[in-house]
């Protein structure tokens, strides 16, 4: 797999957006681009390879094409599909495509320097790779495509959006390398599987007795702990985590704010909406009505 690493003093340059949407067999077609892709899985499975290294874009997945190398669809999508893309050039003057064994030195040395701060400065960018704030990305990635599609009183708003969608999963792919220290300690390592538990089972009624079951730990405990490493209460972290996945089906689904709301796990849909209200600043109504445009192409 290749890393993308380019300097973020410069925005990046949107050429072109949209939303690709399909019901049926799709497969994509086999092109060799002089700029960069990235695609943003919504719904369904898109089979795609690059240099023949064959990928699955599903929800809150990414993959980021190069310029200058082949990429195709490897089979065709059953039932529905949609997913994001943008197609954008480096106004900077140049950027780097590392393989495994050179991000590893990279990061190995920006680790051993850590006043120079380099993990600031650049967009780092695997070629295939999860997103953890997946209603943020999709927010941002809507903002951008209605900047698109609208005349702005300047070209460079469509640019400072991409740049912004870039910067956040740069956020979460350094995330994930400073999570991986080998200098954590078993908690440590704990608390990510916990992290990981939380997002697979949002969608219950969860409490933090029941995670300190699951993990054998004392409540209090594990709460301190869980706080001292990511910076968040334990239960704010679970809901957090829930209002972040209502906020995608708030934007990319028609269902009801009660079906959300049991959907992430709320038995009561007044305590989710007060607790969205509490995050967001605004109620799920409001929230979805903020951003109801949409741009559905087949490009």
Known sequence: MFYFISDNKHPLDHCSSGKLVNSENFIHSKR???VFVILIGCEGTLYIAQDDKKYELTPNKFVILFPSHTHYGYKKSEGNLSYYWC?????????????DEQINNYILELKN????????????????????????????FR??????????Y??????YALSLLAMEISQDF????????????????????????????YNSNISVKQIADTFNYNPDYLSLSFKKYTGLPLLKYINKTKISVSKQLLL???????????????????????????????TPTQYRDAYFRKILNKS
């Open 32 to 34: 060799n681009l002089d």
């Open 87 to 99: 197609h954008f050039k480096i106004t900077s003057n140049g950027y780097k495509l590392f393989n």
């Open 113 to 140: 320097n850590p006043s120079e701060n380099e993990f600031s400065s650049v967009y780092m960018l695997p070629e295939y790779g999860s997103i953890s704030s997946a209603a943020r990305t999709s927010l941002i």
């Open 143 to 152: 903002q951008l495509l209605d900047l698109a599609s609208k005349k702005s």
């Open 154 to 159: 300047s070209k460079y708003l469509t640019n």
């Open 174 to 201: 350094i995330d994930s390398i400073l999570l991986q220290d080998e200098n954590f300690t078993n908690i440590n390592h704990n608390i990510i599987d916990i992290m990981d538990w939380i997002n697979i089972n």
């Open 252 to 282: 990319n689904s028609s269902f009801s704010i009660k079906e959300i709301a049991r959907q992430v796990g709320f038995n009561d849909d007044k305590h989710f909406m007060k607790l969205f209200k509490k995050f967001e600043d605004v």
